[in-house]
């Protein structure tokens, strides 16, 4: 609801009978009848207020214009997010790590937002959603944080580096030799880096992979032993 709020016009319209009064009982070329008059009419004009006080009134909210809609929607985009409460795991090192994943991923997504081309933009998701995952592993098994300190040190913060200037050079609007040759190149990279960024996954499961291996090659050795090789069961 918006409040308005509607001033009477009776108390000057008390001010202006004053006035007249003054001039038709009394000679108004006198300084001291000018002085009895402000003095009579300040009266009378807050005695008027108080008698006819101003009104307010609630009316609705006006309906939005689409251009005043189409603003509160940006605005509401551009709004950060609310900041989780902080949480810890008990293991500085790890809480440190998450919280190096969380700089890098708000400045990948701010990246995003500003990089218009939609090969880089969709190479930049399938890079957040695999540091996501590799940070939420090593959370998960703390013990693999060797493996990938050299992936938080240098690859992230380098591909990090390589799309600012990207989207540095990408903001000027203009095309020149300099600014086109160094955004080919770092196109030409980015292909690269998000199979880097794979094979980091990939490599946190070695030790897992090998496990199973090891399990299936025993019991393929127990069947064999047992004369179930090969056997399908039902």
């Known amino acids: 609801m918006v409040k308005k709020k509607k001033r009477s016009v009776l108390p000057v ?29 300040l009266v009378a004009y807050a005695v008027a ?18 251009k005043q809609e189409k603003k509160a929607e940006a605005e509401k985009k551009t709004e ?17 790590l998450i919280e190096e994943r969380g700089r890098a991923i708000s400045e990948m997504r701010r990246l995003n937002d500003n ?57 000027t609007g203009i095309s020149g030799e300099n600014i086109d040759g160094t955004k080919t190149k770092i196109e030409d990279m980015l292909e690269t880096i998000v199979k880097a960024f794979d094979k980091q996954l990939d490599a946190l499961f070695r030790d897992e992979a090998m496990d199973i291996s090891s399990d299936i090659t025993v019991m393929e050795n127990m069947l064999a032993q047992e004369g179930l090789g090969g056997m399908q069961f039902q």
């Open 80 to 96: 950060p997010d609310a900041k989780p409460e902080a949480k810890t795991t008990g293991n500085p090192k790890i809480d440190a």
């Open 13 to 41: 319209y008390t001010v202006g009978a004053v006035w007249l009064c003054f001039a038709l009982s009394s000679h108004l070329y006198q300084i001291s009848n000018y002085i009895s008059a402000v003095i009579v009419s």
């Open 115 to 171: 990089i218009q081309d939609e090969t880089i933009s969709a190479q930049i998701d399938r890079m957040e959603e695999t540091t996501t995952k590799i940070v939420d592993h090593v959370v998960a098994h703390p013990e693999k944080l060797p493996q990938i300190r050299k992936f938080m040190n240098y690859y992230l913060p380098t591909t990090l580096k390589l799309l600012n200037a990207y989207d540095r050079m990408d903001s």
């Open 49 to 66: 207020r108080m008698i006819w006080p101003d009104k307010v009134y609630e009316l609705p909210d006006p309906a939005p214009t689409p």
